[in-house]
T-cell receptor, first 114, second 111 residues
């Protein structure tokens, strides 16, 4: 496909469990971003990768949240000891190295923590 | 801190023009964006404008920027039912590493 894909589309987990959310960026895009969107709000920045390294992780709310991008393509957002307040839609976006201005978003993963 | 504010709702009649307004607080913002989000769909980049521009037009869309007042607007000409969505105003620094979004304006179209 041509767009950003995210899996799973929905994830329901119990409080205290560990979850992984996956993002496949547009092929060839070197920059990758994670955002979180709570109900009725705009997306909130979490972390930005340029290649394999996290260039800006200032939006990660606490140390339960971690993201990796080991080969500079697919990225995984990992949340430990989930809390009900983590329930949100997690959005991934990517942009090309030559035009970071245009971020293209995936459909998101809806995470529900019960 | 950085903040982007927009009104929550706008209702317009089909065929009229819609004007969605936004204010931002950070004078260092270099890029200002409009994104569209339809139910069950991802965010779609509509357009963006550099902070050294006053206006940008793209088909039915016109973006106006008043940098002095830190005010951004999106005008949609000849609004159609397919324009029903939530519209997000957003800004970014020159590095464009992260985008700061407003809470969105829900645009509804009445016949």
């Amino acid at each position: 496909g041509a767009g950003v894909s995210q899996t799973p589309s929905n994830k329901v987990t119990e409080k205290g469990k560990y979850v992984e959310l996956r993002c496949d960026p547009i092929s060839g895009h070197t920059a990758l971003y994670w955002y979180r969107q709570s109900l009725g709000q705009g997306p909130e920045f979490l972390i930005y990768f340029q290649g394999t390294g996290a260039a800006d992780d200032s939006g990660l709310p606490n140390d339960r949240f971690f993201a990796v991008r080991p080969e500079g393509s697919v990225s995984t957002l990992k949340i430990q000891r989930t809390e009900r307040g983590d329930s949100a839609v997690y959005l991934c976006a990517s942009s090309s190295g030559t035009n970071r201005l245009e971020q293209y978003f995936g459909p998101g993963t809806r995470l529900t923590v019960t | 801190g950085e903040d982007v504010e927009q009104s929550l709702f706008l209702s317009v009649r089909e065929g009229d023009s819609s004007v969605i307004n936004c204010t931002y607080t950070d004078s260092s913002s270099t890029y200002l964006y409009w994104y569209k989000q339809e139910p069950g769909a991802g965010l779609q980049l509509l357009t963006y404008i550099f902070s050294n521009m006053d206006m940008k037009q793209d088909q039915r869309l016109t973006v106006l920027l008043n940098k002095k007042d830190k005010h951004l607007s999106l005008r949609i000409a000849d609004t159609q039912t397919g324009d029903s969505a939530i519209y997000f105003c957003a800004d970014a620094y020159s590095s464009a590493s992260k985008i700061i979004f407003g809470s969105g304006t829900r645009l509804s179209i009445r016949p």
